[in-house]
């Protein structure tokens, strides 16, 4: 049985959307409340078992979210659209790096916030003020891999688990252990957690192996294409 829903009347609409979003230019507000539909109702349930976890008389305590940009919101006005969590206090300029699985944050902090009103994500066009944060699609546990000829980095991720090759649960090579064997990443500085049993360092000997094996492949297909050049 197919349901038809009644479309809302474009008037109906319009002080919804200025509500959301008093900016000029009507396709990008209306691709900002489509965003913000999409979300705040994840991020409505996810804050709702958040708070009730709490003793009683958290009612009474206020309890603010940060938003895109840098300001404070209670639940009640915390929406999809918005929910950008980051924010800094110092009165340092610093250089923001933060990378994640799949993806990593970069952004700069010179005694002021830099703030954008309007970014594009996905395709879908968003205004709303926010903190200037560029992020690369390539994180930790992106794939590293030599594949038609060229070094690709992701967009597949080794996960958590198995996790990259240092991680001794047999994955796959990742940023992360090229970022070890370059020395970024220093195994004295992390705890014994990792293999089977979670009671073992990074296995850096493993991670080089597997690069060993990597630059053997590459060897194979350089010599293979000089062998047909010549031919």
């Given at each position: 049985?197919?349901?038809?829903?009644?479309?809302?009347?474009?008037?109906?609409?319009?002080?919804?959307?200025?509500?959301?979003?008093?900016?000029?230019?009507?396709?990008?507000?209306?691709?900002?409340?489509?965003?913000?539909?999409?979300?705040?109702?994840?991020?409505?349930?996810?804050?709702?078992?958040?708070?009730?976890?709490?003793?009683?008389?958290?009612?009474?305590?206020?309890?603010?979210?940060?938003?895109?940009?840098?300001?404070?919101?209670?639940?009640?006005?915390?929406?999809g659209h918005k929910a950008t969590l980051f924010?800094?206090?110092?009165?340092?300029?610093?250089?923001?790096?933060?990378?994640?699985?799949?993806?990593?944050?970069?952004?700069?902090?010179?005694?002021?916030?830099?703030?954008?009103?309007?970014?594009?994500?996905?395709?879908?066009?968003?205004?709303?003020?926010?903190?200037?944060?560029?992020?690369?699609?390539?994180?930790?546990?992106?794939?590293?891999?030599?594949?038609?000829?060229?070094?690709?980095?992701?967009?597949?991720?080794?996960?958590?688990?198995?996790?990259?090759?240092?991680?001794?649960?047999?994955?796959?090579?990742?940023?992360?252990?090229?970022?070890?064997?370059?020395?970024?990443?220093?195994?004295?500085?992390?705890?014994?957690?990792?293999?089977?049993?979670?009671?073992?360092?990074?296995?850096?000997?493993?991670?080089?192996?597997?690069?060993?094996?990597?630059?053997?492949?590459?060897?194979?297909?350089?010599?293979?294409?000089?062998?047909?050049?010549?031919?």
């Amino acid at each position: 049985m197919v349901k038809v829903v009644k479309p809302i009347d474009v008037e109906t609409l319009k002080p919804l959307l200025q509500a959301l979003t008093p900016m000029v230019r009507a396709v990008p507000r209306g691709l900002t409340a489509s965003v913000d539909a999409y979300l705040t109702p994840v991020i409505k349930e996810y804050l709702s078992g958040f708070m009730s976890k709490f003793d009683e008389g958290v009612e009474k305590v206020n309890v603010l979210f940060m938003q895109s940009d840098g300001g404070l919101a209670p639940e009640s006005r915390f929406s999809g659209h918005k929910a950008t969590l980051f924010g800094l206090e110092t009165e340092k300029p610093l250089i923001g790096f933060d990378m994640g699985g799949t993806s990593t944050d970069v952004s700069r902090y010179a005694g002021t916030y830099e703030q954008v009103l309007e970014t594009q994500i996905a395709g879908a066009i968003i205004q709303a003020p926010q903190l200037d944060i560029s992020t690369v699609a390539a994180g930790g546990g992106s794939k590293l891999k030599f594949q038609f000829g060229a070094f690709r980095v992701g967009p597949e991720s080794v996960g958590a688990h198995p996790g990259p090759v240092c991680y001794r649960k047999g994955g796959e090579l990742a940023v992360t252990d090229a970022n070890l064997v370059l020395g970024y990443v220093i195994p004295d500085y992390f705890p014994s957690i990792f293999g089977p049993n979670e009671d073992e360092p990074l296995d850096i000997k493993a991670t080089r192996d597997q690069f060993d094996k990597l630059a053997s492949q590459i060897n194979s297909y350089r010599k293979a294409r000089i062998h047909l050049q010549r031919t």
